[in-house]
């Protein structure tokens, strides 16, 4: 059952992600084909994240599509002006790509390549638009396309915001996002369920599915670094303890498990869990074991 | 007032391998003010240059260099250093340097490097900047400009990135969409959040073709006067 039909009809969905790797050997992607297959219902394609320059998400989607795994097709808005936007959201229909997750993208600053113009010509509010009206069947200055897709259109929301005004912002995006044709909702990782609950109130009236953000944690010293460096992660220290105590040996046991916990904690607020397992793709399908999914 | 800096004295140098002898040109406009290519500093470089085994045959500074006319009538009187220079330095911004460059028949190299302003017009105080985007968005944002006070010019609201009100680009920079929702919650216009801003007109922030094409106060383009009554008639 496609990620479309598991949520529109429902029922609880399971993503994960995974980012091509810096060159031109495609063995990690057919290693994470085989993990995932079958296992997740649908799997984000990242689309170079943190700005750092690798194989693209368009292709590399295609590969997923065509290994059995349903891509969720990552597109910022970085590098590419509306034209080649649209035009890469038509190639990928043609490929049978079907999610994209429309996202703004990191400033080019922070990652490989800190020269690089930044585009941001669309942002993913308005790409987003730019995604509707192609399902429309017109490109965005309003002229009809030859054949259309019928794209399934995704966004991001961050829970946890350390200021009021870049919580409320998040929400008030949420809306606009929501508005311009976003069908569901991926969420940064969560490590608090009573946060992601009140975050879930907040946000009901939008009828639309949200899948929560889930980072397995490694180590404490992942978990301190992400509070200190990542906008939007905040983990508890409850939990940063729990991954301290375990002994070498029992670390993974321990990130499986807590991941696990708050899947259990979390599902009955949500439609589905987003498992972002940043080199641990291979533990995806214990955690959802776990987790009992 | 556009902002110049000095270029790094290597990269002069390297401009200047081939030639043994060099004019240096400043300017009291900006570049005075920038501290970049005034009477001060025309005498330093002219100093370096010479301490570098260059021959400086002279120097001069105009205000402003932005003028051809006014460049050309500073350089009358110094005419022979010219000739006996193998190429002129010229310590200004971009107009400057290429103003000299068309003015005479020489090889004309540029001293300084155009600060990007990022959409300020002075030195002022105060942290608003226009964009001149020629689609003015400020209705929406409670009077904060997102083009020049968001990192990524985002037009929809904040990227997400911003940690405890700073943008992630520098813990110096306040987020701009911060500034603005606090601003609009501050005069009771949240609402204008959920304006939903269409794609910007790239068109509109390009400059006009005949913005480019025209130097609307330059004294070598006087706009023509408007002819007798009688001439028309008579035509």
């Known amino acids: 059952m496609s990620l479309q039909s598991k949520l529109e009809s429902g029922q609880f969905a399971v ?17 994470n084909l085989n993990i995932l297959r079958g296992k997740v219902d649908a799997a984000n394609v990242t689309d170079q994240q943190s700005s750092v320059m690798r194989l693209c998400s368009l292709v590399t989607a295609a590969l997923c599509v065509k290994g059995g795994l349903e ?30 997750l429309a996202l703004t993208g990191d400033l080019p600053a922070l990652g490989d390549h800190p020269e690089a113009k930044g585009v941001f010509d669309l942002d993913s509010v308005t790409l987003l638009m730019a995604i509707k009206q192609l399902n429309d069947g017109f490109d965005l200055a309003g002229n009809e396309l030859k ?23 998040q929400i008030s995006k949420l809306k606009k996002k929501v508005a311009a044709g976003a069908k569901f909702i991926q969420t940064q990782a969560v490590y608090d369920p009573n946060s992601f609950e009140k975050f879930m109130k907040r946000v009901e009236k939008f009828n639309v599915p949200i899948m929560a953000g889930i980072i397995p944690l490694k180590n404490a010293g992942m978990a301190r670094y992400m509070n200190a460096n990542v906008a939007g992660v905040h983990v508890p220290d409850e939990l940063i303890e729990k991954m301290a105590a375990a002994v070498k040996e029992d670390r993974e046991k321990v990130g499986i498990q807590i991941a696990a916990d708050l899947i259990k904690a979390m599902k009955p607020m949500c439609q589905g869990v987003h498992i972002m397992a940043i080199g641990w793709e291979k533990k995806v399908p214990a955690i959802m074991a776990e987790a009992g999914l | ?38 009477p001060r500093q025309v005498e330093e470089m002219s100093e370096k240059l010479a301490a570098a085994g260059k021959k ?41 340097v290429q103003c000299v460059a068309a003015a005479l028949n020489k090889p004309v190299y540029p001293g300084c490097n155009t600060v990007n302003l990022g959409g300020s017009r002075g030195e002022w105080e105060g942290t608003e900047r226009c964009y001149e985007c020629g689609q003015c968005l400020l209705y929406h944002t409670g009077g904060i400009c997102p083009l020049t006070a968001c990192t990524k010019s985002l037009v929809s609201g904040a990227c997400g990135g911003a940690n ?23 005069r009771g216009l949240l609402d204008r959040l959920d304006d939903l801003i269409k794609p910007l007109d790239h068109k509109k922030i390009m400059p006009r073709p005949e913005m480019m094409a025209t130097p609307r106060y330059g004294l070598e383009n006087p706009p023509q006067a408007e002819k007798p009554a009688e001439e028309v008639k008579a035509k």
């Open chain 1, 15 to 31: 993503s994960c992600e995974f980012g091509p790797l810096k060159g031109t050997d495609t063995h990690e992607i057919e290693e």
């Open chain 1, 71 to 100: 891509p969720i097709f990552q597109m910022t808005c970085r590098d590419r002006n509306r034209i080649a936007l649209q035009s890469d959201l038509l190639g990928a229909w043609v490929m049978g790509i079907k999610n994209v």
């Open chain 1, 147 to 169: 054949g259309k897709p019928a794209f399934f259109p995704g966004a991001v929301v961050k829970v946890d915001s350390n200021t009021e005004a870049a919580y409320e912002l």
């Open chain 2, 1 to 38: 007032m556009i902002l110049s800096e000095q270029k790094p004295f290597d990269e002069i140098l390297a401009f200047l391998e081939k030639d043994n002898s060099v004019f240096v040109l400043g300017c009291n406009g900006c570049a005075q003010s920038s501290g970049s290519g005034g």
């Open chain 2, 56 to 96: 400086v045959t002279g120097s001069k500074v105009i205000d402003f260099l932005c003028e051809k006319a006014l460049v050309k009538s500073g350089l009358k009187r110094r005419v022979d250093q010219l000739k006996e220079a193998d190429a002129v330095l010229v310590l200004t911004c971009g107009i400057g």
């Open chain 2, 164 to 186: 405890h009100g700073k943008c992630e680009i520098s813990p110096d920079r306040d987020c701009g969409w911060e500034l603005i929702y606090n601003r609009l919650k501050e």
